[in-house]
C-alpha cells in the first residue's frame, strides 16, 4: 500500500481515525501506516486510498482558501491610504 507515503502525519491521523481507530498522540508516521494497513478496511484497498486522497484534497484546499484570504487582506491593506 504504497499510497500511504504521500499522506503527511495530520491526514494519516485523520484516516485512522475515520477507520475507527484509537489515535495515540505520540505515534510516528511508520506507526500510523502500520495501524491503518491492520485494521478491517484495508481488505478494502481502493476504499482507504480514495479516503485518503479526499483527506489529502481537503486539506490541500483548505490550505489554498486560507492562502488566498491572506493574500486578499495583504491587497486589500495596501490598498488603504495611509495619512
Same mark, same amino acid.
Given at each position: 500500500?504504497?499510497?500511504?507515503?504521500?499522506?503527511?502525519?495530520?491526514? =494519516?491521523?485523520?484516516?485512522? %481515525? !475515520?477507520?475507527? &481507530? +484509537?489515535?495515540?498522540?505520540?505515534?510516528?508516521?511508520?506507526?500510523?501506516?502500520?495501524?491503518?494497513?491492520?485494521?478491517?478496511?484495508?481488505?478494502?484497498?481502493?476504499?482507504?486510498?480514495?479516503? =485518503?486522497?479526499?483527506?489529502? %484534497? !481537503?486539506?490541500? &484546499? +483548505?490550505?489554498?482558501?486560507?492562502?488566498?484570504?491572506?493574500?486578499?487582506?495583504?491587497?486589500?491593506?495596501?490598498?488603504?491610504?495611509?495619512?
Amino acid at each position: 500500500m504504497s499510497f500511504l507515503a504521500k499522506g503527511r502525519k495530520k491526514d =494519516l491521523v485523520t484516516l485512522a %481515525a !475515520e477507520l475507527g &481507530e +484509537k489515535i495515540d498522540g505520540d505515534l510516528r508516521i511508520l506507526d500510523f501506516r502500520e495501524l491503518i494497513m491492520k485494521t478491517i478496511f484495508t481488505a478494502v484497498v481502493e476504499f482507504v486510498q480514495i479516503a =485518503l486522497d479526499n483527506i489529502i %484534497a !481537503e486539506r490541500l &484546499e +483548505k490550505e489554498y482558501r486560507e492562502k488566498a484570504e491572506e493574500q486578499n487582506l495583504a491587497n486589500a491593506a495596501e490598498k488603504i491610504p495611509r495619512i
